[in-house]
């Protein structure tokens, strides 16, 4: 599967990545910079002691001077620079400890976005016309048209306000995040909340694709063969069906990674989503753009993901 | 209008020109019927003319003073005097909801301006003259498509550094201006094709006379469909960018920076977080059951 | 000749749509002997698949066989369970289809889809299965088969694809395999590779054929016995020497006759045949061809002929048959009725003809 020419467009690929990264942090950073003051633009520090403090994190320099520094330090040797607020807190280590916690709930709803959307699309499609189809293209109306955090607020709602009083207590989901990683309670709640949108849409892209499939010949070649009627819907529809479907899963990947901004916050889900909001309202601006190149890195390399595993699924795409 | 020659063109024109007019309004009559028989969109249609009616009446009278802390006791339940109750600063929340309509309604028409009048003319250009304008632009939509849409809004919204309405119908319209531009791109270069731009052409009319004159006017059915489904997806975009706290300043209520209120207080009063979700929900749903109707009223064939 | 191998007994499958009951099979009655070839022929449209379909209990919503027996090893297949009839599916009865590029799946290996076959049935265990996959391949001339397994379906042209679905067809061994179309969407030096080949297998492995096909070459080619279907029902069966010798059916002389002959001169017309056919919804009263048959007579308007011994093994469903219009209607005299005669026309007879497809002025008849 990983030809030469396959290899060497991925080398193609990062270099675009690379360059992309650069690019798009390099103008954030011009941008947040322009800001007058940055930081310290609050109660905190004014007047005279505003020039010192700025001077002492060298914001009082000409722009290019900084963006030097920083772009240097940054993609040369991966330091991202110290946070405004908590002094000598590095924000490299701090940005890739977030990406675990985001990566955790991110790839959680990821897989309920693909399977779930994936099951109840298949299941759908077999069942057209029928009851079981109505509710379940009405549910996938009614799912992307939800804001997350709305869905968030309904289980939030369900799960720890009415089970806790319903159980007297016995089952208790806490509303804020307690820091056991990969409980699995505590982890899909949010993660469901995170994917369910999208998994309504792929659900409606998978059913609309299963109808298609399921009409062709090559389908009826396999019922011809005397396959289980299971092996034909999996092995050769799904499969099939699965191709469109994968056009959507870059955006998709995308809308995740969104999508976690407002959920982590609900949640209190210590991410990158989470800190990416917190620091734009706490002004801590080398957070910001720090983990917005974070995030440009995750994004290029997501799509890229997303486009090898077309050759994966589709035999006939080859780089 | 000099010589004969000249006006008998203008003639021809005109003609021409007729016969397309009278094509189009029997179209309009054509998706009328249609749209009539969809009952779910003619629910919505009329759900939102009430939202819409709100938002015009909310302008003059709100129930109660929508700033005025401390009318009731904090997290206050409903009464028949307060249907909905109060919320964390004992501010009567049916009046608050009453107001969040207006933001949420002019963001999603603000945002559909702006991205109507960027995207028609970029895809117009893109779609008719193609070349090289169309490569550079499909490069440009390529990357737009690429960006995560909130962050970079996020971000935008920082470095523009106020909290208005404006700054942010900006940020959702720079971001969500794509999928327009797209669209009549391709509308533009399917119907560039057809005989009466063909004839059009052949009579030396001037390209904007085409492109505004017979292509837009041909587009106008799928941009509609387009705009009424851009308008659900900015005002969530909004309620979003409220919820994390970087949208409306307040006091001006929105139902995002409402529901990121009640999320605070979700043990304590869950009145105050399902109001303006369940407000936000029935009024995305209500937008794209008429984005539906409206898509399948123009074009009976492309059914889901 | 020994007992058939596959009964099929007043055969009816209907399709229900929203403009109405449309009876796409309608009293389809034959045999299929071990070991031969047998042609279907007819028009598109005519039923002829549908057959197929249904012996192999694959018509798809929203059709249904709503009549019949099939009787295969003292079974009838229409009453097997679904499972019972997965499992004779592709074990004893194989189908390959028409448009080979379609109907192989684009995202699995051809080895895999032949592999597929034998694993569904345990005829062959899995390590069997294997090398089996390759000598098939080779059997059916694929070369390089054992390094092309590992190819998809695009790697392949149309007739080596359609190469894959004869070897996956036959991995099984099955008694009776039936070809919808097989050379239909291929060129035509490739359509004579496919037929050669499926004709050596069939001596060599002595496989019955089921050739459904609306080309009467394929069917002279390869076929020792045929049937002609039209609207959904049998009109002639026999030996092909003698059907394409001595039609009896004037919907299968017609078709001969529409048939181009190298030895025709060039100035000769291809005779088609007018009108279209019928509406299965609403077939016609009495014989089904006779709104485009020349020698109708008033029978054909209201009673629908039986299929009967017209020859030593040849059946036909006509009031009339093709011996009588030459003898007693003198059709002879008016246009040319030796079989498969592209030129048509007698010089005398030309005229009379070209004025109507009917020998009988409409006014003779009393209203159909």
């Known amino acids: 599967m990983l030809t030469r020419g396959t290899l060497a467009y991925i080398g193609q690929r990062l270099v675009l990545i690379a360059f992309t990264v650069v690019a798009v942090s390099s103008l954030v950073f011009i941008g947040i910079h322009q800001l007058p003051g940055n930081a310290f633009i609050s109660e905190r520090v004014r007047g005279d002691r505003l020039e010192l403090v700025l001077h002492e994190y060298g914001l009082d320099r000409p722009l290019l001077e900084q963006y030097q520094e920083w772009a240097t330090n940054a993609f040369l040797h991966g330091d991202l620079g110290q946070s405004f607020v908590n002094r000598g807190l590095d924000i490299t280590p701090l940005v890739l400890r977030e990406l675990t916690v985001s990566a955790e709930v991110g790839g959680t709803a990821l897989l309920i976005t693909i399977g779930l959307g994936m099951l109840l699309g298949v299941v759908a499609a077999i069942k057209q016309n029928t009851w079981i189809d109505y509710l379940l293209t009405t549910t996938s109306v009614i799912g992307y048209s939800m804001p997350s955090f709305v869905l968030a607020s309904f289980l939030l709602l369900f799960f720890a306000v009415f089970l806790a009083s319903a159980t007297g207590g016995a089952f208790y989901y806490p509303l804020h995040w307690s820091g056991t990683y990969g409980d699995p309670i505590q982890l899909s709640i949010p993660a469901f909340a995170l994917g369910f949108p999208y998994a309504s849409i792929v659900a409606r892209l998978t059913r609309a694709s299963m109808l298609e499939v399921i009409r062709q010949d090559y389908i009826r070649t396999a019922r011809a063969k005397g396959l289980r009627e299971r092996v034909v819907i999996i092995r050769h529809g799904l499969r099939n069906a699965l191709i469109p479907v994968t056009t959507i899963l870059g955006p998709l990947v995308i809308g995740i990674i969104t999508g976690s901004v407002v959920i982590e916050s609900i949640f209190t889900i210590p991410g990158l989503g989470k800190e990416f909001v917190g620091s734009i309202l706490r002004h801590d601006y080398n957070i910001t753009i720090g983990v917005f190149t974070m995030y440009a890195l995750m994004v290029g390399v997501a799509n890229l993901v997303v486009d090898i595993s077309y050759t994966a699924i589709d035999p006939r795409i080859r780089y | 209008m000099a010589t004969a020659a000249t006006a008998a063109t203008a003639e021809e024109l005109e003609l021409a020109g007729g016969t397309v007019v009278r094509e189009q309004v029997s179209l309009w009559v054509d998706s009328w019927r249609r749209f009539r028989r969809n009952r779910l969109a003619l629910i919505a249609a009329a759900y939102l003319v009430l939202l819409m009616v709100d938002a015009i009446v909310t302008i003059f009278w709100t129930p109660y003073n929508m700033s005025s802390v401390g009318l009731l006791q904090p997290y206050d339940g409903p009464t028949l005097a307060h249907p909905l109750g109060a919320d964390s600063l004992g501010r009567d929340l049916l009046s608050r909801l009453m107001l969040g309509a207006q933001v949420s309604l002019i963001v999603g028409l603000g945002t559909q301006v702006l991205v109507i009048s960027v995207g028609v003319v970029v895809g117009l250009v893109a779609g008719y003259f193609r070349g090289i304008l169309d490569t550079v632009i499909t490069l440009i939509l390529n990357v737009f498509y690429g960006i995560p849409d909130l962050l970079v809004a996020l971000i935008l919204l920082t470095i523009l550094g106020t909290r208005g309405l404006f700054p942010i119908i900006f940020a959702i319209a720079v971001t969500r201006w794509m999928d327009m531009a797209r669209l009549v791109r391709g509308q533009a270069l399917s119907i560039r094709e057809r005989e009466f731009v063909e004839a059009a052409r052949a009579s030396g009319a001037r390209p904007h006379r085409i492109l505004f004159g017979h292509i837009l006017p041909n587009a106008l059915g799928p941009i509609i469909v387009q705009a009424t489904f851009g308008i659900p997806t900015a005002i969530l975009f909004e309620a979003f960018l409220s919820f994390l706290g970087v949208g409306v300043a307040p006091p001006t209520p929105s139902w995002g920076s409402m529901a990121s209120e009640g999320v605070q207080a979700i043990r304590l009063a869950p009145h105050i977080v399902l109001a303006p979700s369940l407000a936000l929900m029935v009024t995305l749903l209500a937008f794209n059951f008429l984005g539906d109707g409206l898509r399948d009223a123009f074009d009976p064939r492309q059914k889901r | ?368």
Not at chain 3, 74 to 85: H, N, Y
Request: glycine share 8%; charged share 25%; with cysteine.
């Open chain 3, 1 to 368: 000749m020994a007992n058939p191998i596959l009964e099929v007994k007043n055969l009816k499958t209907n399709f229900f749509t929203d403009d109405g009951v449309v009876q796409a099979v309608r009293d389809v009655s034959f045999d299929l002997y071990p070991g031969e070839t047998l042609g279907i022929v007819g028009e598109s449209g005519c039923g002829k698949s549908v057959t197929a379909l249904s012996l192999m209990g694959l018509v798809q919503q929203p059709g249904r066989v709503v009549g019949g027996q099939v009787m295969f090893h003292g079974e009838d297949l229409l009453k097997l369970s679904p499972e019972e009839m997965r499992e004779i599916r592709g074990r004893d009865i194989a189908m390959i289809f028409q448009d080979p590029l379609s109907s192989l799946n684009p995202v699995l290996k051809v080895g895999y889809q032949v592999e597929e076959a034998m694993l569904a049935h345990h005829k062959f265990k899995r390590n069997q299965a294997e090398p089996r996959t390759v000598s098939l391949m080779d059997q059916v001339r694929i070369p390089g088969a054992k390094t092309r397994v590992d190819d998809y379906p695009h790697q392949f042209s149309g007739g080596m694809r359609q190469r894959v679905m004869i070897a996956m067809g036959l991995s099984n061994e099955p008694e009776i395999l039936i070809a919808d179309e097989p050379t239909t969407a291929l060129d035509v030096t490739v359509q004579a590779q496919i037929l050669e080949l499926l004709r050596d297998l069939n001596r060599e492995l002595r496989t019955s054929i089921m050739l459904i096909t609306h080309n009467l070459g394929v069917v002279a080619g390869i076929c020792s016995r045929v049937i002609v279907m039209y609207a959904g029902q049998i009109v002639e069966e026999g030996p092909v020497n003698q059907i394409f010798e001595n039609p009896q059916h004037p919907y299968t002389w017609s078709l001969l006759r529409s048939l181009p002959r190298i030895d025709a001169s060039r100035h000769d017309r291809l005779r088609s045949i007018e009108g279209l056919p019928p509406d299965l919804i609403r077939p016609p009263q009495g014989c089904a061809f006779h709104p485009r048959c020349p020698f109708r007579v008033e029978k054909c308007f209201t009673v629908d002929p039986p299929l009967e011994q017209v020859e030593a093994n040849q059946r036909a469903a006509c009031w009339v048959t093709m011996k009588r219009a030459n003898e007693e209607m003198g059709a002879r005299d008016i246009i040319d009725t030796s079989p498969g005669a592209a030129s048509g026309i007698h010089p005398g007879g030309r005229k009379a003809a070209e004025e109507g497809p009917s020998l009988i002025a409409p006014e003779e008849v009393k209203s159909g």
